[in-house]
């Protein structure tokens, strides 16, 4: 009877603890993806962007460069909180700079 009880008690206090890192698990890996997918789109915007500005559609390339941005700035968000569940936060700076790099391109058209 002694063993049973015990059992229940590990069984009650390891399994919060399996599922709370399941779920950090899967936020990181959430993040990592999010930047995955919003960076491709972002870069492929920027493409656009340069190839309407190249043909001069400076209007069309100013759309492009904004949907880029936003595209960018969603990625780069997504990348500061994977790299903050990670524990991984002691230098964030340059990941912060890129961030300002993505307002300042959305803002300049």
Known sequence: ????????LL???IYPVNVV???????YNDNLENWNHNIKLASDYLENAEKELKNGN?????IQQRKAADYGIKATNSLIKAFKESGSTEDLSNIEAGLNKWKELRDFC
């Open 58 to 62: 400076e209007i069309d390339a100013c």
């Open 11 to 13: 069984i009650i206090i």
């Open 1 to 8: 009877m002694r063993f049973f009880f015990i059992l229940i």
């Open 21 to 27: 890192f399941s779920q950090d698990v899967n936020s």
